[in-house]
């Protein structure tokens, strides 16, 4: 099984700032690639992923990810966070031939107004 | 589009009875379900995995018997968590497997007293 490592357990931040989180996983083949969130008392929600391509990606509500297949990274950042962006966030990795999901053991981000 | 519902939301039971969780695909067909486990500010755990007409795969560690699984249809998985004791208490999410996507549902907190 993979394994995956989330840096931070805990962030608190203020408004504007901008917003990196980390993500490393184990496995050396071919993987997919995904941030969830999950807003207080709301099911996850996916925020971003990759797949192939540009390992630069962009989601919804202004994240991006950085795939760097050589630091077996895929880290998560927001230029400019919000207090709405207070949630748990989850990287998790699959291996591409693979439908189980393996998940970080979440970050949770504190927005100060 | 990719709704997933779980039902009840929460549940409180005494110790050594059994309780069923529902896992509804409410836009889309799910050939396969996954069930997840999480403790407090820790990640979710990959309990099983469901197969619409087959029997469920199951996760090293976690006791078929306790943790019944049916997916009877392409909508619905069932969770059924047998002679449940207080170390079951546990927030338990099942997310529907789109392609290559997982959509979750909102997660059910089961307290056994």
């Known amino acids: 099984a993979q394994s995956v490592s989330q840096h931070n357990h805990h962030v608190i931040l203020s408004e504007a700032a901008s917003l990196e989180l980390g993500c490393n996983y184990s496995?050396?083949?071919?993987?997919?690639l995904f941030w969830y969130v999950q807003y207080p008392g709301q099911h996850l929600q996916l925020l971003l992923k990759y797949f192939s391509g540009d390992p630069l990606v962009k989601g919804i509500k202004g994240f991006e990810a950085e795939f760097i297949k050589s630091k077996f990274s895929f880290n998560l950042r927001k230029p400019s966070v919000q207090w709405s962006d207070t949630a748990e966030y989850f990287c998790?990795?699959?291996?591409?031939?693979?439908?189980?999901?393996?998940f970080g053991a979440g970050t949770t981000v504190t927005v100060r107004a | 589009g990719a709704v997933v519902s779980q039902h009840p939301s929460r549940v409180i039971c005494k110790s050594g009875t059994s309780v069923k969780i529902e896992c509804r695909s409410l836009d889309f067909q799910a050939t396969t379900m996954f069930w997840y486990r999480q403790f407090p500010k820790q990640s979710l755990m990959l309990m099983a995995t469901s197969n619409e007409g087959s029997k469920a795969t199951y996760e090293q560690g976690v006791e078929k018997d306790k943790f019944l699984i049916n997916h009877a249809s392409l909508t619905l998985s069932t969770l059924t968590v047998t002679s449940a004791h207080p170390e079951d208490s546990s927030f338990y999410i099942c997310s529907a497997r789109q392609g290559h996507e997982q959509f979750f549902g909102p997660g059910t907190r089961l307290t056994v007293l």
């Open positions: 496995y050396g083949g071919t993987v997919n």
């Open positions: 998790a990795v699959k291996e591409r031939n693979d439908y189980k999901l393996s």
